[in-house]
């Protein structure tokens, strides 16, 4: 496929720091969210505002509860106080399948692909609910059935294509690479033609030239679909270098928001991953 | 670069096994009418085409619900009786009005699919709710219960139409009416319309259902679920939808199983289908390989067969049967015994040189 | 008074549930398996004491601790042999395989024992106690049976909570890798698992063939089944679970039996399971456990 390189232009959004950006409409609001798990509170009063191409890091150390903060927005757990604006709709008492119709899609740490399923249909499946065809249709073959399979073929091999897989389309997915994988992921999630992708740890386990194609693959993604990424990552270059705004957790609440700079001179962020001088000294 | 080779090829095998299942199938059917019409055919072994037609559809029926939905169910004879009980019925009903044999068969397993696929669907409202080990005992219980209840129901026909009783028979009928269910008596008096052509129609369609669905978005949808479920939500699949479709259109396919089976017979009871069916043909589908049709299938005829080839160790027969089981799966399953085994085989040694 | 009556062999049928449904439950907590077999352990427990009594003449209770003997064997073979070997492959492969060793426990009691039933002598009398003048009256079995499943249940929840065997086996249950690591030797306390839950069968196997006295190959089948039930029914992988559903199941098959009618009572019982399912889904007394995303 000869598509033309497009060229990454920041789009001006501020919207993680509210009181600068009011007016710009978010697509994603968090207010007050939290959750008690076992009895701990793992996150608790988090608020979050993502504009509609906002690209946004949720980073802190490991156990701060980011992939909780996930779990809340995509419904695996019920949040046990705030409120989740989705497009300004609340999506209170929404089931996960609820919520990804909405416009919410993720990828997960460990990586969960349909292992057996080749890499073209673990795509379509994503594609399920834009297509119509009963199971009448599919049992007989009818020409609706073959009309909306070769256009959701044609659409999952075009998704593919953005991180070059779509020559590896029939392999099972089970059998691919650690890097594929991860890659075959978004491209499923991006399939549910979401609103906001919710990305944890992309480049968890890829090497640097690995994480550097990632770094253009995400921001190829984000200038096509023009949607927000939300992205949890342990790796601060391929943070620092993509996110307009960076939301630091730990043990549950948010330190600090700003921007890359704002966020990389954070004395209570220092801390954080640091740890304080004093109690370093001491253990 | 060599694995990724093969691995592309992967596709057009599945494809190819699509198309081996339908040919193996035809031709298993040519050769045993060529040969049941040369009289090469034991009278027992003709007698037993079309049990193993039946016995071959509830592999195909089962292989949908555990290979491709990744759930066990430990009660598909249920499914079956419901389909026997309601198939004959109807078919001791249209006896006046529908005198063309192969037609009232036909409506008399429409007829059952429908019943098994209502029975299907009652039954997967709560049991759909559960997972794993605890959706395989309540399937378990579920066929338990249909046993029961048709071991206890009555069914009689007079010229003021249908009743029913339970427990004993209080149906009353008129003078010229007929009691066909007397409970644990069952049906007796069944018009042995079943015919070996009959079970091939019905296996080729039972095939064509499965084959079909699993390569269209319902497919896709029900093995998505069957690799992860967590993702497969994520993906915002409806998964008490799927997992109901393919529960119901498995029910269903069993239910026409069901019919075909009981009228290749004179008289048929709810005990035939009990718990030890329901595992015989989960043996079939786990032998022939979880989501492998033509597996299934070859199980399915080799386990019915072999019994009956073994009578003259009657006594053993079982016993060999159990062990058979044992090895197969220690076999199959264990790492040590599977390398063990596979260096006894000269052609796969040869392969894996390659 | 017939209420009363009914109650009683109730708990009676539980007890002997319960201590059937306590192998199932720990087999199921420490191995992940549903060991379909465990039912024919029953009846091999009840032909040999069978054997031992009538034949060699022994003490009942002598009988009994043969049978034990015999069964705690028999159950470490069969691990051994059929299921140790399977300890990485998928559960249904191990479900088909215990489903086999079921069938080759019958099959094998057909061909030594012969299909025809036995009657089993009580292994302590066919007496009962009288009370309230005679209009309630509860066998020696019935209380035999409950003492013993009581006693069971004590040494059973001690050995568990308090010895260092209880500990490896919860130990195993809640994570087999990390016991591991810990210096516990994951296969031994399996074994050991099976070898508790075959003995216990026996023991389960002297009392059903003392309380319903014919004695087949296929005995345990349905019992097995109910016991299993019984399991689930109590949360599956709890020891009190087990117990509990055990006695709750014979309670309710019995009047099932008695008010509903005989011929559907497994039917009715298995209704209860399906409705205790739906609204606890993880049984009475077990542990829903979510899966980490």
Same mark, same amino acid.
């Given at each position: 496929m000869a598509r033309k390189k497009t060229k990454y232009v920041p789009v001006p959004s501020k919207s993680i720091l509210p009181e600068r950006d009011a007016a710009r409409a978010p697509v994603l609001e968090c207010v007050n969210l939290g959750i008690t798990l076992g009895g701990i509170k793992a996150v608790d009063n988090f608020n979050l505002t993502v504009g509609r191409t906002e690209i946004v890091g949720l980073i802190g150390p490991n156990g701060a509860g980011k992939t909780t903060v996930f779990n809340l927005l995509t419904k695996v757990y019920q949040p046990t106080t705030g409120t989740i604006l989705l497009e300004g709709k609340d999506t209170h008492g929404m089931s996960t399948i609820q919520v990804n119709r909405a416009g919410i899609a993720r990828t997960f740490q460990n990586i969960r692909l349909f292992k057996n399923l080749s890499v073209a249909d673990n795509v379509k499946a994503a594609m399920n609910n834009e297509m119509h065809y009963n199971m009448l249709s599919a049992i007989l073959r009818l020409p609706n059935y073959k009309r909306e399979e070769i256009a959701a073929h044609r659409r999952a091999l075009k998704l593919l294509s953005i991180f070059d897989m779509q020559g590896i389309a029939d392999v099972p997915a089970g059998s691919l690479p650690y890097g594929a994988q991860r890659r075959l992921e978004i491209v499923r999630a991006l399939a549910t033609n979401p609103s906001v992708l919710l990305l944890d740890e992309p480049a968890a386990g890829m090497n640097p030239s690995e994480t550097a194609e990632l770094l253009d693959s995400i921001r190829k993604v984000h200038d096509m679909f023009q949607i927000a990424i939300i992205l949890i990552e342990h790796d601060m270059s391929l943070v620092m270098n993509i996110c307009d705004g960076i939301c630091v957790l730990n043990f549950g609440q948010v330190i600090a928001k700003g921007t890359p700079d704002e966020i990389q001179s954070n004395p209570a962020v220092i801390e954080a991953y640091l740890g304080r001088k004093k109690e370093a000294a001491k253990s | 670069m060599m694995t990724m080779k093969r691995l592309i090829n992967l596709k057009r095998a599945e494809a190819r096994r699509i198309y081996l299942t339908y040919a193996v199938v035809i031709i298993a059917y040519v050769v045993c009418q060529i040969m049941s019409s040369t009289k090469f055919f034991s009278s027992s072994m003709r007698g037993m085409l079309v049990p193993i037609c039946a016995y071959m559809v509830m592999a195909v029926s089962l292989n949908l619900v555990v290979g491709i939905l990744g759930e066990l169910s430990l009660g598909h004879a249920g499914f079956m009786s419901v389909g026997a009980f309601a198939g004959v019925t109807s078919a001791i009903l249209m006896q006046g009005t529908i005198t063309n044999a192969p037609v009232r068969l036909a409506l008399a397993m429409i007829i059952a699919a429908i019943f098994a696929a209502i029975a299907g669907f009652l039954i997967g409202i709560p049991v759909l709710r559960l997972k794993g080990d605890y959706l395989a005992i309540v399937t378990l219980a579920f066929g338990e219960i249909i046993k029961s209840i048709l071991n206890n129901f009555y069914l009689g026909v007079d010229s003021q139409g249908l009743h029913f009783s339970m427990l004993s028979d209080t149906t009353r009928l008129l003078k010229g009416g007929r009691l066909i269910i007397r409970g644990p008596m069952g049906i007796s008096g069944i018009q042995k319309i079943a015919t070996f052509p009959a079970g091939f129609v019905l296996l080729m369609i039972a095939l064509m259902i499965v084959f079909n669905l699993v390569n269209s978005r319902s497919g896709r949808a029900f093995m998505a679920i069957r690799d992860d479920r967590i993702a497969a939500e994520s993906i915002g699949l409806d998964i008490t939808k799927y997992k109901m479709m393919a529960f119901v259109m498995s029910a269903a396919i069993a239910g026409a199983a069901g019919a075909l089976f009981a009228m290749n017979y004179s008289t048929i009871v709810a005990n035939k289908f009990d718990f030890n069916t329901s595992i015989l043909i989960l043996v079939f589908v786990v032998l022939g390989g979880q989501g492998n049709m033509l597996g299934g299938i070859i199980a399915a005829a080799v386990l019915t067969i072999l019994p009956e080839k073994l009578r003259q160790f009657s006594e053993y027969r079982m016993l060999l049967y159990a062990v058979v089981l044992i090895v197969m799966m220690l076999a199959t399953n264990n790492a040590e015994i599977r390398a063990f085994l596979s260096g006894l085989n000269p052609f796969r040694r040869k392969e894996e040189a390659e | 008074m017939i209420f009363l009556n009914y109650f009683i062999s109730g708990i009676s049928l539980g007890s002997i549930y319960a201590i059937i449904a306590l192998g199932y439950t720990m087999v199921y907590g420490i191995a992940k398996m549903l060991n379909f077999a465990h039912g024919d352990v029953i009846m091999v427990g009840g032909y040999v004491c069978f054997y031992a009594v009538s034949r060699y003449g022994l003490n009942p209770f002598l009988g009994v601790a043969v049978a034990m003997l015999l069964c705690t064997i028999l159950g470490i073979i069969v691990e051994r042999l059929a299921y140790k070997p399977l300890r990485q492959a998928p559960s249904l492969a191990v479900l088909i395989t215990a489903i086999g060793m079921s069938y080759f426990l019958q099959n094998t009691a057909l061909l030594l024992w012969s299909s025809n039933p036995k009657v089993f002598p009580s292994i302590i009398g066919r007496g009962a106690f009288k009370l309230f003048d005679g209009a309630l009256s509860v066998s020696h079995v019935t209380v035999l049976t409950i003492a013993t499943c009581l006693v069971i249940m004590v040494v059973l929840s001690l050995f568990i909570g308090k010895t260092r065997l209880g500990k490896a086996m919860r =130990?195993? #249950?809640?994570? %087999? $890798?990390? =016991?591991? *690591?810990?210096?516990?030797? !994951?296969?031994?306390?399996? +074994?050991?698992?099976?070898?508790?839950? #075959?003995? &216990?069968?026996?023991?389960? $196997?002297? *009392?059903?063939? #003392?309380?319903? @006295?014919? &004695?087949? @190959?296929?005995?345990?089948? &349905? @019992?097995?089944? %109910? =016991?299993?039930?019984?399991?689930?029914?109590?949360?599956?992988? +709890? !020891? @009190?679970?087990?117990? *509990?559903?055990? *006695?709750?199941?014979?309670?309710?098959?019995?009047?099932?039996k008695a008010y509903i009618s005989s011929q559907l009572s497994d039917a009715v019982v298995f209704a209860v399971l399906i409705v205790v399912l739906l609204v606890k889904p993880a049984g009475l007394l077990g542990r829903m456990t979510q899966e980490k995303v």
């Open positions: - | - | =130990a195993c #249950s809640e994570d %087999k $890798g990390a =016991a591991q *690591l810990m210096g516990i030797n !994951v296969n031994a306390t399996i +074994s050991m698992t099976f070898a508790i839950g #075959s003995g &216990l069968a026996a023991i389960a $196997g002297a *009392l059903l063939c #003392s309380a319903y @006295p014919t &004695l087949m @190959p296929t005995t345990g089948a &349905l @019992p097995g089944i %109910k =016991a299993f039930t019984a399991a689930v029914f109590g949360g599956i992988g +709890s !020891v @009190p679970g087990a117990f *509990l559903g055990g *006695l709750m199941l014979g309670v309710i098959e019995i009047f099932a």
